[in-house]
Structure formats: C-alpha cells, structure tokens
C-alpha cells in the first residue's frame, strides 16, 4: 500500500518553484510546476549533497545553487554537468488541495 | 584589523600532496560557506535567467571583434593597424575570460544551446580546455582559495611579483595553457586533473584539446605559407596583446585575501569599476556577491549588491585602489607569507565567523 506523506499546502509553493521538506531525517525537494503539477526528488544534489531547494526551477529543470547543475525534477535525469548522477524520484499529489508525498514510492 | 595566526609552514597548492588530505581532515572541502540572507522571493527574482541581455552583449562582441579584425587586416603593414589590433585583441584575449565564465555557469542566456555555443567559442579564445576547466571552475566554487583544493588559487605564497607582472603579456599562462591542451591532445590526463574530472568526462577533454589544437596547427600553417604573422595576430596572439585587461581584473579577485577561510567575504574582493571594464569583464568586479549566489547572472549582479552590501566589507572604490591594497599585502608576503588582508565589516554586517577559521577577524567600524 502507498503511504502518503502530508507536505503542505498547494499554495504554499509558488508556480514554477521549489521548497525543501525533511522527514525522518531525509530531505527532499517538492516541486510545483508552471501547470500547477506537483512533484518530488531527493532534496540534495548528487554532486555536493547541496540542498536543491535554494535553486531555480525553469520549466522541467531544477538549477543547484552551487555549480548549476541541472536535473529533470520530472524524471530526475541529469542534464547538466558538473551533475552526472540522476536524482531520485518520488510519487506526489494534490488531495483536498494539500501536497502528498510517496517517500516510500507507489504500490 | 589586527589577525591571530598559526605559524607559517610552507604550504604545498597541489591537489595531490599532503595539503589535500589536511584540507579534508579540517572540515575545509566541501563545507558549508557563509551566505548573506537574502529572502528567497527575491532571490528567485535574482536569478531569474534571459537571453536578451547576452544575446546582446555577445552581438556587440563579435560585431566588435568582426569590424577591428577586418581593419587590422585591410590596414595591415601601416601604423593604422594599431588600434585596430589594440582594440580586437582586448575583446578576444581578455573579455573571452568573462564570456567563458558566464557561460560555463550557464547563466548568461536562457536558452541552453547559446550558452554551450558561446563557451565553446570562450573556451577556444581563452586557451582552456572546455571540458576540464568546467571540472576545474566547480572546485573552485567548492572550495574557493583551500589550499590543496582549489585549481584555481591565482597566487601562491610568498608570492612572485616578476611573475604576475609577465602574466599581463600572457606569459607564462599562454604556454602553461597551451602545454595542457597539447597534453591533453596526446591522450594524458595529470593526476591533478584525474582529482577533479570525472572518469566518463576525460575522453570528452581530450577531444576538445584535439580540435583546439587543429585550429592552432592551422593558423601556423597559414602564417608560414604566407610568410606572415597576420593569421597569429588574428588567432592565438590575442591571448598576448590583449589579454591584459583579463590579467588586470583577474589578479584582484583574490589576491592578498585570506586563505582556508569558508567565508567568501574573507577570500574574494568587490571593486568599483568604469562601465567598459565592467562590459569586459561582465560585472564580476562584484566577485563576492558572485562567489555567494553562483547562480545570479552578471546582469543582475549590480542589484544584489546593493541588497546585501551592508553585510559585506566595503568594495574597493576603484581598480587602482584595489591594486593598491593588493600589491603592499602581496609585497609584504614576499618575507611574512601569513601576512593577509583583512576588511573591516560595516555594524551592520553579520561578523566573520571565528569557528570557520584558524584566526579570528576583529570586528571593526565602517
Ligand atoms: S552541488 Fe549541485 S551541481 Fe554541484
């Protein structure tokens, strides 16, 4: 059974932005995209462990605020160097206009 | 401002010998560095990235570069091929520095593709290999000045004066430059660079050295069969005679300040500049506000100074001040190499952290 993870509020994340959220020692980065989707992946970089969340989202791409590097935050695919290793995905969703999370992935 | 020092131990700037695994051991690679607060709505802002202000800055560029290149050609064997190749030179040899840079961040343009575009050509212009020195320049924005860390320390301790002062013609860098591309053209890849580029990225390295030494092979080619040095005042040259105001603006974003600090406002410099050497140097006179927030593009560069200038020291109100308080620490250095460069913090700055250092910084007016 998928476990659900409450986050925050829809508008608690700007359009086209990034909020870091941590639970049970873990990071993660949640994502609202331009269309309002929302999304989730490991909170830091592969490259330095830098926290994803003080970057910039520009349309599917997430920067690192360290060496802009860049990863897909739909898939987690890397795409920019210095960032070689792809960035973990994690299913999110809106229900009853809060943000959920999967940190343990779908059933 | 008065600092408390260790005692001076000669100290070993390689990434491979005994300075590496102390940096390490100090809690000084990848660490965390001090950040001036800045609210993120208005750091989102910052960052925000646009094409128009490159796309026009690099059609001024090239346009430039085009129009003295052909007068230095048409005027070629008179006196008026002067300023012509004074003009050129500076926009080939010295502002592809900057272009190189924005670009290898990648925040110069939107749009991805321009940027590879132009840091391709940069990196070609400047003599770097494109694909190591984007590993290098990340180190460097790891850990900016830890000695055994950072490639890119400009000045080791005692410091050579001659030296630095021959870097203004290019010398030794164009042939360190060229002597790395010509390496890394052969195949070899130094234990210095195995340390900070990648396995998978080498091969792309070695490619890159290929095709710049190709169009170097080419232009001595051209120059020998037309018994002329018009094609090497067109082709690599520039990285001689023009690349003096790289050198000048280059040599002040560090030198004299601290190292081994994880505090950017320790180890790099802000400097008042004229308009031109800022357009040449794309705003990294503001090299603190740079090195804090990589991810500001240099047209934005300007209004996060003025957000945060009240937490950093006070720049430098011009290049010749900033040369000023470099070259009298640097010549001290030459005898006392622990003697560094201090600022003062204005009230209301958030102090220099004493945790994050082996000195501690007084905390003085502005
Ligand atoms: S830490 Fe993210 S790109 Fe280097």
Redesign the interface.
Known sequence: MTIWLDVCAVEEI?PE?VMRFDHEGRTFAIYRSAKGEVFATDGLCT???VHLA???V?GDTI?C????G?FNYRTGAPL???V?VALATYPARIAAGRIEIAPGGAA | MTATLTPYVPRDYSLTGPEAARAVQAGLASAEWYHSDVPRKVMKDLMQRRDGPALRDTAIWLGLMLATGAGGVATWGTWWAVPFFLVYGVLYGSACDSRWHECGHGTAFRTPWMNDAVYHLASFLVMRNPVSWRWSHARHHTDTIIVGRDPEIGHFRPPQLMLAALHFIGIPDIFLHFRVLARNAAGIITPDEADYIPETERPKAIFAARVHMAIYAGAAVWALASWSFLPLMLIGGPRIYGTWHMVMTGLIQHGGLAEDVLDHRLNSRTVYMNPISRWIYWNMNYHIEHHMFPMVPYHALPRIHALIKDDLPPPDPSIWAAYKGMIATLWRQRTDPTHTLFRALPPTARPYRADLHRFDVERGGA
């Open positions: 700007d932005d490259h330095e462990k003080d970057g910039l520009i920067e605020p360290k060496h802009n860049r920019r160097s210095p070689c």
